[in-house]
């Protein structure tokens, strides 16, 4: 046997235990979900757009008006 028909075997031996590990644990129900008592974003009606437009136009090397100019699949 070489090592690489070991390794096959070793792995299939443990996927097999897992699997019968599984099997004896028989069907699971799971709830997934979080509720929060406070989010954690800010709501979008409260935030400042029109500050977060001026500052990201702000530090845009080029840009047109209100649009940032940017290269286009320059690979």
Known sequence: MTGTDSVR????????????ALDRLGEISME???ERKEQTRPDPKEQDFPEFRKSILKNAPKKNNDFIIAEKKKW
């Not at 075997?9 to 019968?20: E, G, L, P, V, W």
Request: proline share 0%.
């Open 32 to 34: 997934y979900g979080l």
């Open 9 to 20: 075997k070793q792995a299939k031996q443990i996927m097999d235990d897992f699997m019968n």
